[in-house]
């Protein structure tokens, strides 16, 4: 099972003024082996929705409850969240200098397994994953994300997907600062990861590029903090041609 469920989230983001609402009541299911997009504005609050269900501590949950098989994360931990199988790529993934890629992975790994990984196997694990992302094997020993050109960031994410195979994987914007090749090929990791079966997948973007690859079961319009709309691969396209005026002018009325 791999269910994520958020039910009337709102959340708050500490400001110089005191707390201002970003999130206003979202919900979302998404179901074992399904593929959400969530598609909208910038500035609407899709990047504070994966902050958020991450344990960000910058982002207040003030009501609401996010669950992954039954498991309430709200009051967790970061790493408790990990642990009970939530991944988050996110938009601007940090530079962590001084810990090796190979090294990072190996103690989340250990986190999440609750035992190490086989030493003796473990290079291969990174090699392989390195080498379906088409990044040199050098990354292995690189600080993470240190000096990794914005492509190649978006790329290592999904090499830490493939090798952490979390429950539920939140990508935020994965798809940006791509190369026209990369895009395929990061496609092309999210759905092996999907393809298990067990995995749910929420997809923040703001391309129908990388959905034309994904094949997504969901997308929805997140607008003003909530979902205002939700459909299939076909909103996506509508979205396309015609933007958000016609959700920003609902949610303004
Ligand atoms: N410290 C802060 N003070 C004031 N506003 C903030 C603060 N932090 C975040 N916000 C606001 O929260 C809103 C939501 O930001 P968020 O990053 O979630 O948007 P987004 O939908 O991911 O946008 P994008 O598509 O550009 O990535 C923005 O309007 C942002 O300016
Ligand atoms: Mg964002």
């Not at 709102?10 to 979302?28: A, Q, R, S, W, Y």
């Not at 000096?147 to 914007?173: C, H, M, T, Y």
């Amino acid at each position: 099972m791999a269910e994520l469920v958020i039910t009337g989230l709102h959340v708050d983001v500490e400001t110089e003024h005191g707390p201002k609402e970003i999130l206003k009541g979202v919900n979302l299911t998404i179901r074992t082996g399904e593929i959400h997009a969530i598609m909208g504005p910038n500035g609407s609050g899709k990047s504070t929705l994966a902050y958020a269900v991450a344990g960000h501590p910058k982002y207040m949950i003030t009501s609401g409850s996010v669950m992954i098989d039954g498991v309430e994360l709200t009051e967790l931990s970061v790493d408790e969240r990990a642990k009970a199988g939530l991944f988050l790529a996110m938009q601007y993934p940090v530079e962590v200098p001084g810990v090796s890629t190979s090294n990072f992975l190996r103690t989340a790994k250990t986190a999440l397994d609750g035992e190490a990984p086989k030493v003796r196997t473990w290079p291969k694990v990174i090699a392989s994953a390195l080498e379906t992302m088409e990044l040199d094997p050098s990354f292995s020993g690189r600080s993470v994300n240190e000096g990794f050109s914005g492509g190649e960031k978006k790329r290592g994410e999904i090499v830490q997907l493939d090798v952490l195979n979390p429950k539920v994987a939140i990508l935020d914007e994965i798809d940006s600062g791509l190369d026209i090749d990369a895009v395929r090929m990061v496609a092309e990791g999210i759905n092996r990861y999907a393809a298990q079966g067990d995995r749910g997948v929420l997809l923040i973007t703001h391309y129908t590029r990388i959905l034309r690859y994904t094949e997504p079961t969901h997308v929805h319009v997140f607008v003003d903090g909530h979902v205002v709309a939700s459909g299939g691969k076909e909103l996506s396209e509508e979205l396309e041609i015609d933007g958000y005026d016609k959700y920003l002018k609902a949610a303004r009325s």
